[in-house]
């Protein structure tokens, strides 16, 4: 059974460190990247760590994760309350999906509160800054150890 877990970082993402730090933090998407790693060596899980600005890529990169990963982990950014084609794509990947936000969307304005992916994720992780990815990874491990 494959262990391999798409972390799929949508448009703007690769700006974190600079990007309203005060939001979202100091850390860069390298430093993301990193924990990501550190966190799937501890679970015996493989992480492909991807980021797009363009939303054809995600898809296709959904696409291709479909029976050749165990999950995916995403961060769909702007994506998460404009894209049915991004939801859409998660629903026909047949993989468990975890939705994070760095930032608590709640707490913030209210055209983010809606969510395209959170309906078809099987956890969100929301507002716990970067560890969220870490916690995300920890949830796949689970899943996968208790399938069955």
Known sequence: MSRTVLVLNGPNLNMLGTREPATYGRETLADVSALC?????????????????HEGEAIDWIHQARGRCAAIVINPGAWTHTSIAIRDALTASELPVIEVHISNVHARETFRHHSYVSGVAVAVMCGFGTNGYRLALEHVSHLLNNKG
């Open 37 to 53: 790693a550190r966190t799937a060596e501890q679970h015996e899980l493989t992480v492909e760590f991807r980021q797009s600005n």
